[in-house]
Nanobody, 120 residues
Framework: QVQLVESGGGLVQAGGSLRLSCAAS????????MGWFRQAPGKERDLVAA??????YYTDSVKGRFTISRDNAKNTVYLQMNSLKPEDTAVYYC???????????????WGQGTQVTVSS
């Protein structure tokens, strides 16, 4: 079992930055692929970035602006979001999968989500 708790969301102006954190319980954290998903109102929950050992995945719309990283000693995964745009507004979810995958259904564990709102 893995429990995930996100933090770091909030309201920011366009062009600003936020860093999301996801703290995980469990002694096997470093064996999981960790992903950040987001879901805007009325839209699907889509993968934003994922990190395993290699490679790191980013969806095209965030490449060059977002950076995913993990600290296995702290059981934490981060999403640094720079140059934020209003279209980045969504609830962001942290998730864990037993293997590298971009497929939402293969992520077994989910956090409760954290709201990110980018004003224009």
């Amino acid at each position: 079992q893995v429990q995930l708790v996100e933090s770091g969301g909030g309201l920011v102006q366009a062009g600003g930055s936020l860093r999301l954190s996801c703290a995980a319980s469990g002694r096997t954290f470093n064996s999981y692929t960790m992903g950040w998903f987001r879901q805007a109102p009325g839209k699907e929950r889509d993968l934003v970035a994922a990190i395993s050992w290699f490679p790191i995945y980013y969806t095209d719309s965030v490449k060059g602006r977002f950076t995913i990283s993990r600290d296995n000693a702290k059981n934490t995964v981060y999403l640094q979001m720079n140059s934020l745009k209003p279209e980045d507004t969504a609830v962001y979810y942290c998730a864990a999968a037993p293997r590298p995958t971009p497929t939402r259904g293969e992520y077994d564990y989910w956090g409760q989500g954290t709201q990110v709102t980018v004003s224009s």
